[in-house]
């Protein structure tokens, strides 16, 4: 479902505030006012504030798999795919912090959030494609550790960003080549994969 100006403008104010907050629980009056709207304009677009964090964790983990899906839909290599999947997850990071601070406080503790890593719009059916293709080389008793460890680089990557530990384009780069060679890619190869200019991410 498209949401209109008014929900998309209360739902990146809720995301602000829960990242900030570090809790799934905000008040209609807390929302109101940072939105800068009257209670009744919440209920009015029909915001459940009951399920309004689940909502918003659901929606964004929908969009931005999908938008990379849609970007990188004409690459035919998996291991392209998934160092620039990654470096867009860190840079987009970088140019909206509120939404990497809301991935990184509740990937872990949000059903929803899971989906990021494990739904069939997620990276995991492009690695199981790799390894079925022998483009990577892991086990396939490691593919849950293999996911894991792709989720906690790029939530670890994104979190040295925002904290302003690294730049994004340095922490994308050195995660994406090390994450390619742990999935199997040749030392030099995944060198420079993860050194290839990074598109532009698509919209919906």
């Known amino acids: 479902m498209r949401l209109s100006s008014s929900q998309q403008r209360i739902h990146k104010t809720a995301l602000k505030l829960f990242a900030e907050k570090g809790s799934t629980n905000i008040s209609i009056s807390e929302l109101a006012a940072a939105s800068g709207v009257a209670r009744g304009t919440i209920y009015n677009n029909q915001l459940d504030p009951e399920t309004l964090f689940e909502d918003i964790a659901s929606q964004l983990a929908i969009e931005m798999n999908a938008r990379v899906i849609k970007t990188l839909e004409s690459e035919p290599d998996a291991a392209i795919r998934i160092a620039s999947g990654v470096r ?26 899971m989906a990021l890593w494990s739904s069939s719009d997620s990276p995991l059916p492009d690695v199981i494609a790799g390894l079925e293709s022998k483009r990577y080389s892991f086990r396939e008793d490691q593919l849950i550790s293999i996911m894991s460890l792709i989720a906690g680089s790029v939530l670890t990557s994104i979190f040295l960003v925002l904290e302003g530990h690294k730049t994004w384009r340095d922490s994308g780069t050195e995660v994406a080549e090390l994450l390619l060679y742990a999935l199997g890619v040749e030392r030099n190869e995944a060198y420079e994969i993860a050194r290839k200019e990074l598109p532009i991410l698509a919209e919906l």
């Open 88 to 113: 867009m997850y860190i840079r987009r990071a970088h140019e909206e912090p509120d939404w990497g601070r809301f991935i990184c406080r509740f990937a872990f503790s949000s059903k929803s959030l």
